[in-house]
């Protein structure tokens, strides 16, 4: 018991004592967690779209796998694109390897197929109206693909919010392209996991508690976000 | 009979192998007001849609102001500024009443200013006048559909096209379709509604179109 409360007492702590290396930690893990979002999202939000409101042969087995990849383990992705970024990878030239940006490309494969299926399912349940009106007020296809995203905003926002808390959660993908290096590649969830294989589980907690209170800053900035469009 | 703005010949659109509609000949002449009466399943809806360039069809050829459209080749979006359809149950964004008057002008980039102002014009025209800073998805039904009416009038069309506007109309909405409607041919607007309400839609026709099954019934 002592653990947890000594977890807690620490995580409180470091919060608010500044700890830099901690809030270098905490930096990375947002910067990559964000960046990893908006490049999966670049993506995801069109195919999303694309699929949910379009009727093409196919379509179901694809949505069956996209469903299916929601279940992608972490450590497959992170395997994956070891192997692509690896010095014998296709990608192997660019040197990514254990680099911030190798765990936002890892992270964004992670996130890719969970934003994808939010928005497509959000899309899907729409009123199939909102196109056709748009069109006849003039709208381009691009103008009323965008007039779809506009009015599921808030399904769309909470995609977003699922794919962030997804990534910043995981630690397969990030330790195995990023390395967990200190003051590089280290996030909360790779400092987790070296803290407690070294036996030191009240810091662990507290770089938990920490990680728990970005998380819900991030979704708070959301949900402030959806409450302002409505 | 005037210059046709649409023109069907040979239409045929099918559902599932199913038809649809199959017009032979059919014009509809600018400024004139046509009724399009028919039992449900007639494809009154299907031939509004056709003209609103929001279905092709999948035989024959469409032509608007002497242009055939293909569909294809053709820019739809061009035309489609040109004609504006009102659905039967309209369907308003989830935003104010303003914002969604406002769309279509938005889309055509009108400034902001001229946007407010015709706005309201148009709202003032349907008789809800103080009705733009209002949530659009909290007003009654018939308020709605006045909303819609408004947001197709403010582009001022060529052409107009109305799928059952007087259905589940409280009666001032109903009066205010009304009064709107047969103003517009003044206005050089072509009108085309699909209407249950014979007595309204005859009252406003200057011409009157009978389907049957997707055919003409002469």
Known sequence: ?230 | MAEPLFSLRGVVKRFQGQEALNIERLDFAVGQTTAVEGPNGAGKTTLLQILALLLAPDQGRLFYAGQEVTHAGVHLTTLRREITLVAQQAYLFDASVLRNVAYGLRLRGVGRAERGQRAEAALTQVGLASFGPRRARRLSGGEMQRVALARALVLRPRSLLLDEPFANLDAESSAVFERVIAGLPAQGCTVILVSHAREQAHRLAQRVVALERGRLVT
């Open chain 1, 1 to 230: 018991m002592d653990f947890f409360v000594g977890g807690v007492a620490r995580g409180l702590h470091l919060l608010v004592g500044f700890d830099p290396e901690v809030y270098a930690i905490a930096w990375l893990s947002l910067r990559v967690s964000l960046a990893a979002v908006a490049l999966a999202a670049l993506a995801a939000v069109p195919l999303g779209l694309l699929i949910g409101q379009n009727e093409f042969p196919g379509k179901r087995l694809l949505v069956v796998v996209f469903n299916t990849l929601l279940a992608l383990p972490t450590v497959v992705v992170g395997l994956v694109v070891y192997g692509l970024l690896s010095h014998r990878g296709p990608l192997g030239g660019l040197e990514l390897l254990y680099t911030p940006s190798a765990m936002v490309l890892a992270q964004a494969v992670l996130a890719f197929p969970l934003i994808t299926a939010l928005v497509l399912a959000a899309v899907t349940t729409l009123d199939s109206r909102v196109a056709p009106t748009a069109l006849t007020l003039g709208a381009t296809r691009f103008q009323a693909a965008w007039a779809v995203l506009s009015e599921a905003r808030f399904a769309v926002l909470a995609a977003l919010a699922a794919g962030f808390g997804r990534v910043i959660t995981e630690v397969g993908a990030a330790i195995m392209v990023g390395g967990n290096i200190r003051h590089y590649t280290r996030t909360f969830t790779t400092a987790i996991a070296l803290e407690t294989s070294k036996g030191d589980f009240a810091q662990g907690m507290a770089l938990g508690i920490f990680l728990l209170v970005l998380a819900l800053a991030v979704n708070l900035a959301i949900h402030h976000l959806q409450m302002r469009w409505r």
